[in-house]
């Protein structure tokens, strides 16, 4: 690798190119479904959604958590990285060849007395051929991730959803079946494999071969076991309700569901991109400047909330003329319970982003993992309890109680490893809660009487005059906060 890759680069340069291409993407993504669901239609949704989700939960274990290692261990010792990343694509391909077949194997289990008939098992097997490509694609970004240099997968990132969109919309338009638009995916996945790859050849510039060796395949498995656990358990958390609501109440509910699901994953494109370029900068700061990873964690949980907060409650008190007028429409009214349920529970899905990633940095994501596999027991448990009989709601419910109990379970341990200021904490997220809920209910008063963009523009306008009247937040304090943030950083 050429001495230049080598540098650190500061957090705000990637936190800016990273946000702006999540922000970007999520925007496209969301245009996509929007098309794609008022085209299909419910039932095919649910068909399609319900693909995605099952092979979701087995991507996991073509990565099996060797990208966050790869990334940790980089930031830590750079000189390290081609020889990681060798070992690793070895791995990689056993690992890959070994979830195929788990995933056949599972899908043909489930097929046995459930509502996945042939043609879902056909969706499974195209939408499994994306899952392998982009578990290698996250590994050639994680070398970047690890130095910083995330503006190439920014630039991968809108290249993957532009493919889509402009494909995917074509084929849409042209009323494709369901595999075709699978089989997009696929081709796009395929186009970011080749041009991160390239990437780390052209511009990296490591030395990378194949290496066969059990007993560093051991040591690397080892390592990854609690970054795989904690996938998987996410992955579950977020894909398992899907798959039991077509199994249990079918495939309408399905696309009811996850439509709301799909809006409320867009709202966590800041907190997805600010983590991203936060969990080198913890993993650096907890070997050299302790001080510095208790500013980071506590700026991080204050700047979060001051995101979701209004968000959630802006987004709860509009919930209905978002689906039923701005994006979709009538058709699609029975989301509207569903997404404001899930708004419920954003607050703790942003705020789980600082938490998780201070235990992973700080060696302690065996603890993380043990919490996420709590949440996603619970998250199971309700989900059986709740389906039969409150259908889709009853599976929302059950995403919101294991949000706020993974975080629940994590601060203690963030707080037992390096105390944090709690007064400082609680005082910051008294005011952003006025000032947020004094916004909802402006919001609230003006929702039948003002266009919803101007509504919109208008909240924003209103909550950040309230941020500022209870000094949530004072001139000093931001300059603070993006100075800790975007400083620059030095090897």
């Known amino acids: 690798m050429q001495p230049a890759l080598l540098k650190q680069h500061s957090v705000a340069k990637n936190t800016t190119i990273l946000t702006f291409a999540f922000i970007v993407q999520k925007i496209l993504s969301l245009v996509y479904f929007t098309y794609l669901a008022r085209q299909i239609g419910d039932a095919n949704l649910g068909r399609y959604t319900a693909a995605i989700a099952f092979v979701s939960i087995f991507s996991i274990f073509a ?14 010792d750079l000189s390290r990285l081609p020889k990681v990343l060798s070992q690793m694509l070895s791995l990689k391909l056993l690992l890959s060849a070994g979830t195929i077949l788990i995933s056949v194997v599972a899908i043909q289990v489930l097929s046995v007395g459930s509502q ?19 578990s290698f694609t996250f590994t050639f970004y994680s070398v970047f991730r690890a130095v910083q240099r995330m503006h190439y997968e920014a630039v991968g990132i809108l290249g993957y959803q532009f493919i889509i969109l402009l494909l995917g919309g074509l084929l849409i338009s042209r009323h494709a079946p369901i595999h075709l638009l699978l089989g997009v995916i696929t081709l796009s996945s395929a186009a970011n494999f080749f041009f991160s790859g390239w990437l780390v050849i052209s511009k990296a510039r490591l030395n990378v071969t194949l290496e066969w060796n059990k007993e560093i395949f051991k040591k690397l498995l080892l390592l990854a076991i609690p970054f795989a656990l904690a996938g998987i358990f996410f992955k579950l958390n977020g894909s398992v309700d899907s798959i039991m609501i077509k199994s249990l109440v079918g495939n309408r509910p399905n696309g009811w569901y996850n439509l709301a699901f799909k809006l409320a994953t867009a709202l966590t494109v800041l907190p997805g991109a600010f983590a991203t370029s936060l969990f080198p900068a913890m993993s650096h700061a907890f070997i050299s400047d302790r001080p510095r990873l208790v500013r980071l964690f506590e700026q991080a949980m204050v ?33 509207v319970p569903a997404l404001q349920i899930f708004m419920v529970g954003l607050v703790f899905v942003f705020l789980n982003y600082p938490v998780g990633n201070f235990l992973m940095a700080a060696n302690k994501q065996v603890r993380n993992t043990v919490n996420m596999g709590i949440a996603l ?7 059986f309890l709740l389906i039969p009989w409150y259908g889709y709601l009853g599976a929302a419910t059950a995403a919101v109680v294991s ?4 975080v629940a379970l994590g601060l203690p341990v963030v707080y037992r490893t390096l105390p944090f200021h709690i007064p400082f904490l609680l005082v910051k997220s008294a ?16 929702r039948d009487t003002i266009p919803l963009i101007v509504n919109l523009v208008l909240s924003v306008a209103v909550y950040t005059i309230f941020v500022f009247l209870v000094r949530a937040f004072t001139v000093t304090e931001l300059r603070s906060l993006f100075g800790t943030y975007f400083r620059r950083r030095t090897p």
């Open 63 to 76: 990565d099996f958590g060797l990208g966050p290692v790869l990334i940790r261990e980089g930031a830590r």
């Open 303 to 335: 700047y979060l909330l001051a995101m979701s907060l209004p968000i959630a409650i802006g987004t709860f008190v509009l919930a209905k003329p978002l689906i039923e007028g701005l994006l979709y429409s009538v058709a699609w009214s029975r989301s």
């Open 377 to 383: 027991l619970v998250n199971i448990i309700l989900n």
């Open 116 to 134: 996945y008939d042939f043609y879902d098992q056909l969706l499974v097997y195209i939408a499994l051929l994306f899952v392998i490509f982009d």
């Open 403 to 406: 949000s706020i109990l993974v």
């Open 431 to 446: 005011k952003l809660l006025i000032a947020s809920v004094a916004m909802g209910l402006i919001t609230w008063g003006l």
